[in-house]
């Protein structure tokens, strides 16, 4: 009797319409669920999302490559050669011996770090007007999460190590990842009677943390040389998602 009852009084056309409403609700209750989720983790979803900076570039891609996604002698209009010693693959134990153990050990636990490169370069001729140095470095970590946390201020050595503080942090537009930080030391040069100035460049693509800094002396370098300098790096990286 109840089915009867029901089929007379309900129009022919909502059994039809029954499945689509019902997956409709489900819908509502997934997106509120996200939500939800996206509020109490502060802001932070365990997916990848369309230009939020999330997913990973492929590891055995980056190794194979490292090497040339920093700043090279062909990225320079002008000549350069590599210090001795300054063209470096950054493995972890090599990351250890240069930072210290200290620091470095919980480092690489707290962040995943892989691996990475470091090359140094220098200006030949003194007379060009170009940056007297020119370092960079690529690092690859485990997941996207953790290449930030490598940028944090709990974590980024720009914050951490006392005998590096930069002068100043720099309020800038930096637009090269979801996390950039731009940042200058000014130091004396002895018998010189100026100063030399650096500008560094630190920013995260996806699982990847690319760094590099300009020095030289007033007028060779400057911010906007550093993060042109981070877009080449930046536009090296996306390539090997090609």
Request: glycine residues 10%.
């Given at each position: ?24 609700l489900v819908v ?10 996206l ?8 997916i990848?999302?369309?230009?939020a ?5 492929d590891?055995n ?5 490292m090497?040339?996604l ?6 320079m ?18 990351f250890n ?6 620091y ?6 707290n ?10 370069m ?6 060009d ?7 960079s ?9 953790g290449?930030?946390?490598?940028l944090?201020k709990d974590?980024f050595w ?5 005998d590096r ?19 200058k ?11 030399i100035?650096?500008?560094?460049v630190?920013?995260?693509y996806?699982?990847?943390v ?6 030289g ?5 400057s911010?906007d ?5 981070g ?6 990286i996306?390539?090997?998602e090609?």
């Open positions: 009797m109840s089915e009867t009852t029901y089929s007379e009084s309900t129009p022919r056309g909502s059994k039809s319409l029954l499945p689509l409403i019902i997956i409709l509502v209750l997934l997106l509120a669920g996200g939500i939800g989720y509020l109490l983790s502060g802001g932070n979803l365990g990848s999302l369309p230009g900076g999330g997913g990973v570039v590891q891609a980056f190794v194979v490559s090497n040339s920093v700043i090279t002698q062909a990225d209009d002008a000549k350069y050669n590599i210090i001795p010693g300054g063209n470096l693959h950054m493995s972890n134990s090599q011996n240069n930072v210290g153990a200290a470095g050990k919980p480092f690489i636990q962040t995943g770090r892989v691996d990475g490169w470091d090359l140094t220098e200006r030949v001729n003194p007379d007007y170009t940056p007297e140095f020119v370092r470095r690529v690092e690859i970590y485990e997941t996207a999460d290449a930030s946390t490598a944090s974590w720009a914050y951490q190590l006392e503080v930069p002068d100043e942090f720099l309020d800038t537009s930096c637009n090269l990842g979801p996390d950039c930080l731009t940042f030391y000014v130091e004396a040069k002895p018998g010189a009677g100026y100063a100035e650096r500008y560094d630190a920013f995260r996806k699982n990847v690319a760094w590099v800094f300009v020095k002396s007033f007028g060779e370098v911010e040389l550093a993060l042109q300098y877009q080449l790096m930046l536009d090296k996306k390539l090997l090609e």
